[in-house]
């Protein structure tokens, strides 16, 4: 009787290790209630289907040149997987405002896609305390980080494209 005790509680704790092991994978999302450029607030909560993230800043080389994959790759997998870009400037206020520099490098690389803005920078510390740009993050419908990448390499929009495949 002990033995069939000890290996159903084995079997049981194995199986919970699994699932917790499982669920701590994939980091939950944070939260962030920004403004955009238009003026609106937005919640993350309030968010809904797979998301990529990109957190950039308007002096950022390798920003201007993920920016229009990225536009890209939402036209060729937004329908399919329910997939939504969230471009997020991190800019300060020093000197000119945050939205005149951002928009200012939009306009420059041909980009006309709406945009959030974190001048404190209080929601890129959250995603990425260093505050490395390019960053980019797909957060898939449940609400978890399912790819990261902080700061430019070369295959991160092929990395990125890869794992937007794999989503439900």
Not at 78 to 91: A, E, Q, R, S, Y
Request: aromatic share 10%; net charge positive; proline share 5%.
């Amino acid at each position: 009787m002990k033995k069939k005790t000890i290996s159903s509680f084995s079997l049981i704790l194995f199986y919970f290790l699994i699932s917790v092991t499982a669920t701590n994978a994939a980091p939950k999302a944070p939260g962030f209630a920004l403004v955009n450029n238009r003026g609106s607030y937005v919640l993350r909560s309030k968010l809904k289907g797979n998301l990529i993230i990109s957190f950039w800043a308007s002096y950022c080389k390798p920003c201007k040149k993920e920016m229009p994959v990225m536009v890209n790759i939402e036209k060729k997998y937004g329908k399919l997987k329910d997939l939504k870009l969230i471009f997020i400037n991190v800019d300060t206020n020093k000197g000119k405002p945050a939205k005149e520099k951002a928009d200012a490098m939009l306009k420059e690389i041909g980009i006309k896609h709406d945009y959030l803005m974190d001048p404190y920078q209080r929601t890129v510390i959250k995603y990425n305390p260093e505050i490395k740009v390019p960053a980019t993050f797909l957060i898939n419908k449940k609400g978890y980080i399912v790819f990261k990448e902080l700061g430019y390499h070369k295959d991160t929009m092929k990395k990125l494209e890869k794992a937007i495949k794999k989503l439900k």
